[in-house]
């Protein structure tokens, strides 16, 4: 049983990292684009920490 939360923790763990990475490269790509595709980025993004919080 204990290796089974070991397990769930450690996936929980990577998932956390990957998704900081998404939202962190979101970011920069909404820096570095031109206005349409900015508005397109921004709201992926604020959709995104909406649901980051909501997970939280």
Not at 20 to 25: A, E, G, N, R, Y
């Amino acid at each position: 049983m204990m290796r089974l939360g070991r397990q769930s923790a450690e996936r929980e763990r990577v998932s956390e990292i990957n998704w900081k990475f998404f939202v962190c490269s979101l970011k920069y790509l909404s820096i570095f684009t031109n206005q349409d595709d900015f508005y397109t980025f921004t709201f992926f993004y604020i959709i995104l920490t909406l649901t980051d919080m909501a997970l939280s």
